[in-house]
């Protein structure tokens, strides 16, 4: 069975950066794309970043720029660096393989079964 442990996550203020990470076991990161996501208060699960098998990556427009995501694959580690916080960035940050991510019946990804995430939060 898939296992993640998060890290990284806290309190920041407006403008400030984190780093959070994904430490997974029972699957192997370089095997798939990996994905970040979050959801906050209120709002519907969302993929935030996405690196390809062969390290092409991809954002959303409410983080490009500001977010960098890696993977170690000797650690079989996920990273997304997060720079410029914004209030609207609070959320819990799970990672997911994309073969791991369920959909609703409107193609909203659904931030399940991925551990306990890590929550990020951001005060203006």
């Known amino acids: 069975d898939m296992r993640l442990v998060y890290s990284g996550g806290g309190s920041v203020q407006a403008g400030g950066s984190l780093r959070v990470s994904c430490t997974i076991s029972?699957?192997?990161?370089?095997?798939?794309?990996m994905g970040w996501y979050r959801q906050g208060p209120g709002h519907e699960c969302e993929l935030v970043s996405k690196?390809?098998?062969?390290?092409?990556?991809d954002y959303a427009d409410t983080v490009k720029g500001r977010f960098t995501i890696s993977r170690d694959s000797a650690a079989n580690t996920m990273y997304l660096q997060m720079n410029s916080l914004k209030p609207e960035d609070t959320a819990v940050y799970y990672c997911?393989?994309?073969?791991?991510?369920?959909?609703?019946?409107?193609?909203?990804?659904?931030?399940?079964?991925w551990g306990q995430g890590t929550q990020v939060t951001v005060s203006s």
């Open positions: 690196i390809g098998k062969y390290g092409n990556t």
């Open positions: 997911a393989p994309d073969t791991e991510v369920d959909y609703d019946e409107l193609g909203q990804p659904q931030c399940v079964g």
């Open positions: 029972g699957f192997t990161v370089d095997d798939s794309d």
